[in-house]
């Protein structure tokens, strides 16, 4: 992936390490430590973490400084909506313009996310995913949809998706169908793969989340009916 300044390179190794669960949300981000990582000065990881700011990956707090932005669960489903119709723009004209030499290095990746997946370390996996969209999408050459979608991306709960069981791999069939329509330059059939792709994830956190709520309501009822006893007597 090529970076035009600093700034993209901070901003890029910031999103990745966000997306991933490098950097959990709600912890607080050192700049110098990222420089020194980066081997670069404060000046651009400043300059990188004022546009995560604007994207929504990180908010400032007085007291704290720079923290990884908290989800907003409430706004899923709309986001939903949103990443499907903009990421299926993507990979349609990504099919349409994508070279040998780019869909090579797609492959590479794709590779890299099945030995992530084998190595059982979900954080190299979502990592490695994001930068298998990424090389997919900048295929595409639409910058300001690639840019739209990088700020939904932000607000979505990719770290939790990919804590659920056996989805990671069931991520890696969905990449290999994706990358093969791809290779097939068929863009309605990787149009419709990316967008079984996405919604499938979010199928399965919604019905994890569902049995989370059950479950909460059903430990609760117990310590109710003691209450409502107790106050009986």
Excluded at 4 to 24: H, M, P
């Amino acid at each position: 992936m090529e970076y035009r300044t600093k700034e993209d390179l901070v901003a890029d190794y910031l999103r990745e390490g966000i997306i991933s669960g490098q950097f959990e949300r709600g912890c607080r981000l050192k700049q110098a430590e990222i420089a020194e990582t980066l081997k670069l000065s404060i000046t651009p990881v400043r300059e990188a973490l004022k546009l995560l700011e604007a994207e929504g990956y990180v908010t400032r707090e007085s007291h704290h400084g720079v923290m990884v932005a908290p989800f907003e669960h409430e706004a899923s489903d709309d986001i939903l909506g949103l990443r499907v119709q903009l990421e299926e723009r993507l990979v349609r004209a990504a099919v349409e313009r994508i070279g040998d030499a780019a869909l090579a290095e797609l492959a590479v990746i794709g590779k890299d996310f099945e030995k992530a997946v084998a190595s059982g370390s979900r954080t190299a996996a979502r990592g490695v995913n994001y930068r298998f969209h990424c090389q997919l999408y900048a295929q595409a050459d639409l910058p300001q949809t690639f840019h739209f979608v990088k700020i939904l991306w932000a607000k979505y709960p990719f770290d939790v998706i990919n804590k659920l069981g056996g989805r990671t791999d069931r991520a890696v069939q969905e990449h290999r169908l994706l990358l093969r329509h791809v290779a097939a330059r068929n863009a309605d059939k990787a149009v419709l793969a990316i967008r079984t792709h996405i919604e499938k994830g979010w199928a399965e956190l919604r019905k994890h989340l569902q049995a989370q709520r059950a479950a909460a309501a059903s430990a609760s009822a117990p310590a109710k009916t003691r209450s409502s006893r107790a106050r009986a007597a």
